[in-house]
């Protein structure tokens, strides 16, 4: 009887455990909920607070960013060196990334995949402040020796940011390319096919979509990218010029979204300037869903493929 | 059916470019063969670019920085004066620390149970969709805009003041998609037999995670953590913040006034860094810094290789991976980033 008593106690104790644990699990699960609701309410809500003092308009497509002085809180120039600066990074590390991943996925023997593997893998770990350092100390000088500049420019941070995204664009674009059914690329070589026009002609169409999220994830980390960009392009408030002196716009100083919060924030003080980086970090938040949203729309397709 | 459409799409790709190319040169087998010289050089070109990019930051930042970095008064003297460029980083070192402590006690714990919540329990459901979706929104947000969220809640809202609890706990949230996603993989990567022979014995669901889907899992859970704590050491956006930057003492790890774990404001290895980069006269000790930050992330690397990832003992063979000839894991496409 007593021991008939003690096994249902523990039965009780048991049950009760479970069920315990497994409601700790959901609610642990619902904190990322919880966490992203969270980082939006309150990036959103202080930067709305902003639009009680000045017109989003003036907010959006102003050119002056004169926080303290006159209140103008202007980011044109600060948005359009933020997409000069991406694309211009994209426009290098696409290549040469998607060229590593294919290195990587169909030329490379085993022995060197094992060199070049950990290498990237390594490049995706260097903290960004070392790559800022790197610029700062070697590309900086550079651009300032030959061109007889500051230096200081966005041509040093799309050099940086390009380097800085290869590892999202070679890792995801590898996969993918991986990926490609046997049967695509066999049927390729039977029709007599050298390896590069099997690569080009078929792997790589196959492989279109996973390259295509690599691609606008590495645009969303660009983008969002802050210190190391904030080390190296001098973070003047000005359009930066298009003239043809300046390559373009490639010598000349300038700020981005990313770099004018990280610049601003030691200084702001609470009310319309600080409000006005939490602006600036929605816009930012923005376009980062908007990329996000693009990607998983991809990998959903590789998925499917799968 | 979406297999044979790609399928039939290569075909007629193949047989267009075969025209073409017959076409338009004739078919020349040298042009052909020049091509595909050109072609598979600028491939090969490129692989062995990224690395020798690596090796050159490495190895620049190295040059510099080596002979400050391995001094004893540069690692375990106390920074000078409240300036950037004198006395040591062992403030930054302790902050450090702290921070790697702080966040992965708050990250680890939730990260593993949403873990298992999403590999044993999740139902199909709308609920999970959005835990899904948060998660894999989560993984996609710049740090920066952690910072600001840090800043906003934890340092005004919480009011923690800036200090390494509020960085800390802006930095856990970053690295929990992190630590998610690998504990997820290690977890759907245990044996479904494992699970139901151990069911089979008349034991509940709890006790079956606990005594055996976690134990197995936990070589893949440790590689999650290790990865995450590389992230930590790293950041710098979030602390710059949400922790401040002060160097006027040694951080303490508890106190009795309001926020009663880590309420100083501190700097990190990397916000110190990134402090010293961009005051002209401490470049020379910002490459020391830099010369720390990437031995703490190749020992990371290293002993993450070591282990291997999704099952058996872990740190079987404390050899780096590209030394042992084992064969390659298959790729999955959320492991890498």
């Given amino acids: 009887m007593n021991k008939y008593l003690t096994q249902k106690s523990n039965r009780f104790w048991t049950d009760f455990v479970n069920n315990l644990m497994a409601n700790i699990f959901f609610l642990s ?10 980082i939006t309410a309150y990036v959103f809500y202080n930067g709305a607070k902003l639009f009680t003092v000045i017109a989003m308009p003036d907010f959006l497509f102003g050119f002056d960013w004169e926080p303290v002085n006159q209140k103008l809180f202007g ?24 060229g590593c991943a294919i290195f990587l996925a169909e030329i490379a023997s085993q022995p060197v995949q094992r060199i070049v593997r950990p290498a990237v893998q390594l490049l995706a770990g260097i903290p960004s402040v070392v790559y800022g350092l790197f610029g700062l100390a070697l590309v900086v000088p550079l651009i300032q020796q030959f061109a007889d500049v500051a230096g200081l420019s966005i041509l040093a941070a799309i050099i940086i940011l390009s380097i800085m995204i290869l590892p999202t664009i070679i890792s995801i674009s590898e996969d993918s390319i991986r990926a490609v059914p046997k ?19 078929a792997v790589l169409p196959a492989s279109t979509s996973g390259i295509i999220t690599a691609v606008v994830l590495a645009l969303g980390r660009a983008f969002g990218e802050a210190m190391a960009v904030k080390m190296v392009i001098g973070n003047t408030q000005t359009m930066p010029s298009f003239s043809p002196e300046s390559l373009f716009g490639l010598l000349s100083l300038a700020r981005t979204l990313t770099t004018n919060i990280i610049g601003d924030i030691e200084y702001a003080e609470a009310g319309p300037h600080q409000d006005a980086l939490f602006a600036t970090g929605a816009i930012l938040f923005i376009f980062i869903i908007v990329t996000n949203a693009i990607s998983y729309m991809f990998r959903r397709r590789i998925h499917e493929i799968r | 059916m979406q297999f044979h459409i790609c399928l039939e799409g290569e075909y007629t790709r193949l047989d267009n470019m075969q ?29 062995w670019l990224v690395v020798a990019v690596l090796l050159f930051i490495i190895g620049y930042i190295f040059y510099y920085g080596i002979p400050e970095a391995f001094s004893f008064n540069y690692l375990f003297l106390p920074p000078e004066g409240g300036r950037y460029d004198t006395g040591g980083i062992l403030y930054q070192i302790i902050a450090t620390i702290y921070l790697i402590i702080g966040s992965i006690m708050v990250a680890a714990p939730v990260g593993i149970s949403t873990a298992i919540y999403l590999s044993e ?16 929104n989560l993984a996609g947000i710049p740090s920066i805009i952690y910072g600001l969220f840090g800043l906003a809640f934890f340092v005004v809202f919480l009011k923690f003041e800036y200090s390494l609890l509020a960085g800390g706990l802006a930095v856990a949230v970053m690295i929990l998609p992190v630590i998610i996603r690998t504990s997820e993989e290690a ?33 893949g859970i440790l590689t999650g953590i290790l990865l995450s704590i590389g992230r930590v050491i790293g950041e710098s956006a979030i602390l710059i913040l949400a922790a401040g930057g002060s160097i006027t ?67 079987k063979n404390f050899v780096p991976q590209f030394l042992t000839p084992t064969p390659p894991v298959p790729p999955t496409l959320s492991s890498n980033f």
Avoid: C
């Fill in chain 1, 29 to 38: 699960a619902f904190i990322a909920v919880v966490s992203l609701f969270l």
């Fill in chain 1, 75 to 98: 980011i044109l120039p600060m948005i359009v060196s933020s997409f000069y600066v991406t694309f211009g990074s994209l426009l290098i590390s696409i290549p040469l990334g998607i």
């Fill in chain 1, 183 to 201: 049967e695509v690329k066999e049927s390729s070589i039977a029709l007599g096919t050298t390896k590069w026009q099997t690569i080009f002609g």
């Fill in chain 2, 19 to 47: 025209n073409a190319s017959s076409l338009k040169r004739g078919h020349n087998i040298s042009s052909i063969k020049l091509e595909e010289t050109i072609a598979l050089g600028l491939l090969w070109l490129s692989g």
């Fill in chain 2, 121 to 136: 329990y999740a139902p199909q459901n709308i609920v999970t969709n959005m835990i899904r979706f948060a998660i894999e």
């Fill in chain 2, 187 to 219: 977890l759907k990567a245990v044996p479904v037999g494992y699970r139901q022979s151990s069911l089979a014995l008349g034991v509940n669901k709890w006790q079956t995670i606990y005594k055996v889907i976690l134990p197995s899992a936990l070589p």
């Fill in chain 2, 249 to 315: 003492a040694i951080p303490k790890f508890v106190s009795l006034n309001y926020p009663y774990f880590l309420p100083d404001s501190a700097r990190t290895l990397a916000v110190h860094l990134y402090y010293q980069a961009t005051s002209y006269d401490a470049r020379s000790k910002a490459f020391a810094t830099g010369v720390v930050l990437i031995f703490l992330v190749l020992f990371l690397r290293i002993t993450n290789d070591a282990g291997p990832v999704t099952s058996g003992v872990p740190f």
